[in-house]
């Protein structure tokens, strides 16, 4: 999985990422203490990091493409340092309150964070990854820690991952109190092998942590 990530990166291969953030985080975060601190999982170099920061939080991402970190900072301006933060290189911003770890997100460890935000970080990993992902994440986060997750809902024998589809009953499995609060057919702005392999709906569903 790790190199296809990689291969994908280097292929400019990125389907998924949204330019202009994501409406489903700007309508459903709530207001955090200033400080607080949100993961945000194979974070790519999604735009929802600036606008978490933005909101006065403290934003850190871990994601294992180097690609992906040059250009979050590149295309948003932002002048960055670099240094090593035991097996992962640490890109910290210097006028913003963003940190983007490079690296294996299971050898990032943390004080427990505020919050997680997870805009299709489930649903890059194929099902039989999943578990640990999640397991690795909870350790990461304090027990009362706010979550927003995003997910992908298709017929996946149909087309073929990644991003992969998550449906409801799994997610509740891992987290039995997040809550569906929204979700809309977003084939038009999914990858074309959806469409090409015949779906005419691909689903980005919401959940939050009560």
């Known amino acids: 999985m790790a190199e296809d990530w990689l291969a994908r990166w280097q292929q400019g291969r990125i389907g998924w ?18 400080g607080s601190t949100v993961l945000v999982p194979l974070c790519g170099k999604s735009a929802d990091m ?12 871990i994601e294992l493409s180097d690609i992906a970190i040059s ?20 890109y910290a911003a210097v ?19 505020d919050a997680l935000y997870d805009r299709g970080a489930l649903s890059t990993l194929p099902e039989a ?30 087309a073929n991952g990644p991003p992969f589809s998550v449906l409801a009953e799994e997610l509740q499995q891992y987290w039995p109190d997040l ?10 702005n999914c990858p ?5 392999a015949g779906l005419d709906a691909v689903v980005e569903a919401a959940w939050t942590s009560a």
């Open 71 to 90: 250009a979050f900072f590149a295309e948003n301006n932002i002048e960055h340092t670099l240094d090593k933060a035991g097996k992962l290189d640490c």
């Open 17 to 34: 990422h949204q330019a202009d953030g994501n409406l489903y985080l700007q309508h459903y975060w709530p207001k955090l203490p200033r």
């Open 179 to 188: 809550q569906r609060v929204a979700a809309h057919n977003d084939i038009e």
């Open 50 to 61: 600036t606008w978490l920061a933005a909101q006065g939080l403290a934003v850190t991402g």
């Open 129 to 158: 990854e999943r578990p640990a992902y999640i397991e690795h994440t909870k350790s990461l986060l304090r027990p009362d820690a706010f979550r927003l997750i995003i997910t992908l809902e298709y017929e996946q024998a149909m």
């Open 95 to 113: 006028s913003a309150p963003i940190r983007i770890y490079c690296g294996n997100y299971f050898d990032y460890e943390a004080a427990p964070a």
């Open 192 to 196: 074309p092998k959806f469409r090409q």
